[in-house]
């Protein structure tokens, strides 16, 4: 199974939007809504910021958000922290009990 | 509250073995599935299997398929790897991480700590 397509890196500055996209084909991101993303602070554990495509577990800022269009999902972060530069993951179901990550993203705050 | 503690990383030569466990607290260890997700040094995240809820059905990457064995005991809240044939590729951070509440395959949350593996003559 291979992995799904990110950018190497992204970056805005403080109070800015930026987009992350996460590219699959029709047998994972486009075939269904599992898709989920990951933020990874240096040397720590990651953390779940989106599920099922455009959920946000509590205690999520509103500033995160997701979505998906055709094999392409999408991590838009709104109003820019300094506390967001961060490593962030897509995920999806691959279909046959199969899961595949993102290569990650490296998000600078400008 | 919610927590996942991993132990049993450490050093191992290439074609030994090493045994994982993630002690888990805070929630209803048997209602879930679990999984095992894998960090090489500097690189990204890589799923390695998943168990569910009751041990009955385990799935794995084709790149730990024959090697590695996923298990849990919920009588004692711990989840296991068993991983044996390792080899220098196999070197990361491994994570235990519960699966989502309704479909074990829709999310990672929360996460341990992570412990390391080292594959090294």
């Known amino acids: 199974q291979s992995a799904l397509t990110q950018p190497p890196s992204a970056s805005g500055s403080p109070g800015q939007s930026v987009i992350i996209s996460c590219t699959g084909t029709?047998?994972?991101?486009?075939?269904?809504?599992?898709v989920s993303w990951y933020q990874q602070h240096p040397g720590k554990a990651p953390k779940l910021m989106i599920y099922?495509?455009?959920k946000r577990p509590s205690g999520v800022p509103d500033r995160f958000s997701g979505s998906k269009s055709g094999n392409t999902a999408s991590l838009t972060v709104s109003g820019l922290q300094a506390e967001d530069e961060a490593d962030y993951y897509c995920n999806s179901y691959a279909g046959s009990n199969n899961l595949v990550f993102g290569g990650g993203t490296k998000l600078t705050v400008l | 509250q919610v927590q996942l503690v991993e132990s049993g990383g450490g050093v191992v030569q290439p074609g030994g073995s090493l045994r994982l466990s993630c002690a888990a607290s805070?929630?209803?260890?048997?209602?879930?599935?679990m999984h095992w997700v894998r960090q090489a040094p500097g690189k990204g995240l890589e799923w390695v299997a998943v168990?569910?809820?009751?041990?009955?059905?385990?799935y794995y990457a084709d790149s730990v398929k024959g090697r590695f064995t996923i298990s849990r005991d919920n009588s004692k809240n711990t989840l296991y790897l068993q991983m044996n044939s390792l080899r220098a590729e196999d070197t990361a951070v491994c994570y235990c991480?519960?699966?989502?509440?309704?479909?074990?395959?829709?999310?990672?949350?929360?996460w341990g700590q992570g412990t390391l593996v080292t594959v090294s003559s």
């Open positions: 991480t519960r699966g989502g509440s309704g479909t074990a395959m829709t999310q990672f949350d929360p």
């Open positions: 168990i569910s809820y009751d041990g009955s059905n385990t």
């Open positions: 099922e495509v455009s």
């Open positions: 029709s047998s994972d991101i486009g075939g269904y809504n599992y």
């Open positions: 805070g929630f209803t260890f048997s209602s879930y599935a």
